[in-house]
T-cell receptor
Framework: DGGITQSPKYLFRKEGQNVTLSCEQN?????MYWYRQDPGQGLRLIYY???????QKGDIAEGYSVSREKKESFPLTVTSAQKNPTAFYLC???????????????FGSGTQLSVL | AQSVTQPDIHITVSEGASLELRCNYS??????LFWYVQSPGQGLQLLLK??????LVQGIKGFEAEFKRSQSSFNLRKPSVHWSDAAEYFC????????FGAGTILRVKS
């Protein structure tokens, strides 16, 4: 079955540590996205990528980094510069490049990141 | 810049009762509008979307939404709620980027 896989489901970060969240899709989608979800705030866009080897900052990119070396993979690193990393992180993909409107987003099941 | 307001943080309805979740948007032109549903600890699933044409949009799971330009609203409705509809619902608007509302948590009492 095609879909988006995020791992791990739960992740803990120590002070000053970088952690990487995995996102893999086998939908052959060009565009991939990372969102952060905090209670009562909806989803906020961190980074997005419309094509391999290219990505763009979203609304809250500070303290995060990404790579897009393969079409199916879009890992997110939460760096030590992100002072408030505790949140639910959602990865999404869509088949259309250049817009989030014409194709619906397919979401992974998320990763809950907590700080020890 | 566009924005989305979901005025109700929580809503509780009885099973079998009708449901309306409110969504108001701000954007200078006609945006693209979406409703997503999220079960606890899961990703989001698209319920329906409005791009143009008929202002009453039918979605999955028996949901519908009506676009009202004069009120800048895109409210989600369902005639008879089932216990399995308990979840968090997000309205989203695309003007020049996709923006999500803060969500409405739906509780269903039996």
């Amino acid at each position: 079955d095609g879909g988006i896989t995020q791992s791990p489901k739960y992740l803990f970060r120590k002070e000053g540590q970088n952690v990487t969240l995995s996102c893999e899709q086998n939908l052959n989608h060009d565009a991939m996205y990372w969102y952060r979800q905090d209670p009562g705030q909806g989803l906020r866009l961190i980074y997005y990528s419309q094509i391999v080897n290219d990505f763009q900052k979203g609304d809250i990119a500070e303290g995060y980094s990404v790579s897009r070396e393969k079409k199916e993979s879009f890992p997110l690193t939460v760096t030590s510069a992100q002072k408030n990393p505790t949140a639910f992180y959602l990865c999404a993909s869509s088949g259309s490049t250049g817009t989030q409107a014409n194709e619906k987003l397919f979401f992974g099941s998320g990763t809950q990141l907590s700080v020890l | 810049a566009q924005s989305v307001t979901q005025p109700d943080i929580h809503i509780t309805v009885s099973e079998g009762a009708s449901l309306e979740l409110r969504c108001n948007y701000s954007y200078g032109a006609t945006p693209y509008l979406f409703w997503y549903v999220q079960s606890p600890g899961q990703g989001l699933q698209l319920l329906l979307k409005y791009f143009s044409g008929d202002t009453l949009v039918q979605g999955i799971k028996g949901f519908e939404a009506e676009f009202k330009r004069s009120q800048s609203s895109f409210n989600l409705r369902k005639p008879s709620v089932h216990w399995s509809d308990a979840a968090e619902y997000f309205c989203a608007v695309y003007g020049n980027k996709l923006v999500f509302g803060a969500g409405t948590i739906l509780r269903v009492k039996s």
